[in-house]
């Protein structure tokens, strides 16, 4: 068991993926911090390493089949195409409706709750920032990565892509960040008494943001990008 605290986050769920599920409950970053070994993250959010892995082998030991199949077993460029059309698919619908939400809920609620100031603010800026990271993947690394797979670009090329993938990482951490800030200003996307359907819709939205956008940050730091810099898809 002191193996798994050694090891990082990201490689844990790349292993199982069910996994996620845990993290995620005990809001510990498997994504954008997917580097720091599990005992670490637990210590950085103040939680027992123990029931995290008590938890991981009530999971591993579950015989539930996952919906997600094995991407290190996959073609990059098949993963490059599910990223598409499950998580850049989902933004671009997600996005615009949850921007209508949000303006909406601060105009009738922002005179008695003043957060939602900050919340439509923080919610634009993650707007603003998908959208340009999205075509960023979608009309220069992606295409580079499937070309390097097809062998149209020679595996030392690879070594050009360096500069993107930090690009799209630090893009990654920042959007973390912002969906941290978000669901503090939220109080853990828990709508206040009271709170109508829109307000109580909004931040149900919210949540699964952020859920979709974790996985789907994982998909690319601990899988596609390791694999993109490696020049292979073994």
């Not at 850049?88 to 709750?113: D, Q, T």
């Not at 853990?188 to 952020?210: I, K, Q």
Request: hydrophobic fraction near 40%; aromatic fraction near 6%; charged fraction near 20%.
């Amino acid at each position: 068991m002191s193996i798994l605290l050694e090891t990082p986050v990201g490689q844990l769920v790349v292993d199982k993926p069910d996994r996620a599920h845990i993290f995620q409950r005990f809001q510990i970053d498997y994504c954008c911090g997917g580097a720091q070994p599990l005992g670490q993250a637990c210590v950085a959010k103040n939680v027992d390493p123990q029931i995290i892995l008590s938890e991981i082998v009530n999971q591993d030991s579950r015989a539930d089949v996952n919906s997600e199949p094995d991407w290190t077993k996959a073609t990059m460029s098949a993963l490059v195409d599910n990223i598409l059309n499950q998580h850049h698919e989902y933004l671009r619908n997600a996005l615009p409706h949850l921007g209508e939400m949000a303006e909406k809920v601060y105009n009738v609620h922002g005179e008695s709750h003043p957060e939602l100031l900050n919340v439509l603010q923080t919610f634009a800026g993650i707007f603003q920032e998908l959208d340009s990271h999205m075509y960023k993947e979608e009309n220069i690394l992606f295409p580079a990565i499937k070309r390097l797979e097809q062998g149209t670009i020679p595996p030392a090329a690879a070594a050009q892509l360096f500069g993107p993938v930090s690009v799209m990482e630090a893009e990654h951490a920042a959007v973390g960040a912002e969906l941290e800030k978000l669901r503090s200003l939220t109080n853990n996307y828990t709508p206040p008494d009271g709170a109508c359907n829109t307000y109580r819709g909004l931040f149900a939205g919210l949540e699964e943001l952020e859920r979709d956008l974790h996985w789907h940050i994982h998909k690319e730091n601990n899988i596609l990008f390791p694999r993109a810099l490696a020049g292979t898809s073994n």
